[in-house]
């Protein structure tokens, strides 16, 4: 049974670029919710979705979006990026909306020069 | 604004000493709370879970949590570490609003255990 998976691994992009990072969640959970987490910090919860649906949302720009397919995998999508952009992205998958239990996935680390 | 505090940024200890790690909340409403391991080289992990009941929960690998609502404390323990307990530690906590919540996560806890 493969747990929650991210791609890519590390990811190099320049100031005002636009990035696209994915996620593949545990089989049998349907929601995915997505933080990042600078360097020396905890991660920082960015927004959850279920049901193709943003269904909570954290303290980041609207330059943060998402998306979640029907399979239930999800796309965090940056745009305009900056140079605080630059930390692991966590994506972490769960069997219900309330995420009582979540599953981490690796991450990708974004660097942003 | 709700937020979550670890004390010890960094704590080192030697194979069979006691170990707590302090969390602290500021949130005066309903709320969840979790400790997440990460382990060299790995992905975090649950450790354990508070939701309601017991405010002494155990978890995995002989860690144990004690809620204390009166002081918005959930601090991590284990009787006697192990050199495999070299990690980072993160308390977290879900604030529950009408309809809304989020996740709140501390700055993270590094353990080193000496063999």
Do not use: M
């Amino acid at each position: 049974d493969a747990g929650v998976t991210q791609s890519p691994t590390h990811l190099i992009k320049t100031r005002g670029q636009q990035v696209t990072l994915r996620c593949s969640p545990k089989s049998g959970h349907d929601t995915v919710s997505w933080y990042q987490q600078a360097l020396g910090q905890g991660p920082q919860f960015i927004f959850q979705y279920y049901e193709e649906e943003e269904r909570q949302r954290g303290n980041f720009p609207d330059r943060f979006s998402g998306h979640q397919f029907p399979n239930y995998s999800s796309e965090l999508n940056v745009n305009a990026l900056l140079l605080g952009d630059s930390a692991l992205y966590l994506c972490a998958s769960s069997t219900d909306i309330g995420a009582y239990e979540q599953y981490f996935g690796p991450g990708t680390r974004l660097t942003v020069t | 604004a709700q937020s979550v505090s670890q004390h010890n940024h960094h704590v080192i200890l030697s194979e069979a000493a006691s170990l707590e790690l302090g969390c602290n909340y500021s949130y005066g409403g309903t709320v969840n709370l979790f400790w997440y391991v990460q382990y060299p080289g790995q992905h975090l992990q649950l450790l354990l879970k508070y939701f309601s009941g017991d405010p002494l929960v155990k978890g995995i690998k002989g860690f144990e949590a004690e809620f204390i609502k009166s002081k918005f404390s959930f601090n991590l323990r284990k009787p006697s570490v192990q050199w495999s307990d070299t990690a980072e530690y993160f308390c977290a906590v879900k604030a529950r609003g009408s309809g809304t919540y989020k996740y709140i996560f501390g700055t993270g806890t590094r353990l080193k255990v000496l063999a």
